[in-house]
């Protein structure tokens, strides 16, 4: 008898474990799922609203009222692929900003004293959002960078991209100036 009350035992026992993982993976998956329903292409993304390195506050749906394309880039000054990406954002800036591009470069987990001493070396024109405690990004749950979301005159997701694109300029200049071919100038 207590050789079967033992197995018994053990029997309950991995159940209730496998029962506690079951319900973690659905519990993980539906987050998942709700996640890209949050940053899928067509959807809108949260609202935000985050100081800038000048001290000044952005809300994501005023910049978005304004533009034509929205490009918001997740980085972090310590990482190599954000710091090769920076100067070609700013070269489609200079070259857009008129044509309804807005960039918004969200720094993530850094304070304001870090991405200022960067900035000081590497100054870009367009504004450099502060998400030190970063609830930015896990609210579009940025898990790489750096991380570029593009959104439409009406704040739908374009795309989301993750690692450094080679292609970016390419794809923005596609989403303001539909008839062009190619983009010669990065």
């Known amino acids: 008898m207590r050789k079967s009350t033992f197995g ?5 026992a991995a159940f209730a474990a496998f029962s506690v993982k079951v319900k973690s993976d659905v519990a993980r998956s539906q987050a998942l799922k709700s996640f890209s329903v949050s940053v899928s292409e067509g959807a809108k993304p949260a609202d935000f609203h985050l100081p800038s390195s000048d001290g000044a506050i952005y809300r994501l749906e005023d910049e978005v009222a304004g533009s034509r394309v929205v490009l918001i880039n997740f980085w972090a000054t310590w990482c190599p692929p954000c710091r090769i990406e920076l100067p070609q954002l700013e070269r489609l800036y200079s070259r857009y900003r008129d044509s309804g591009l807005q960039i918004l470069a969200v720094d993530v987990g850094e304070d304001e004293e870090t991405v200022r001493d ?3 070396r590497r100054p870009v024109s367009f504004p450099v ?6 609830h ?7 898990e790489a960078f750096p991380t570029t979301i593009l959104l439409d005159a009406e704040g739908n997701v374009i795309e989301v991209i993750e690692g450094l694109d080679p292609y970016l300029a390419y794809r923005v200049e596609s989403l303001l100036e539909p008839e062009s071919e190619a983009v010669d100038e990065y």
């Open 118 to 120: 960067f900035l000081r």
């Open 8 to 12: 018994a035992f053990v029997f309950f």
């Open 129 to 134: 959002l502060l998400d030190s405690e970063r």
């Open 136 to 142: 930015v990004a896990a609210k579009y749950h940025v």
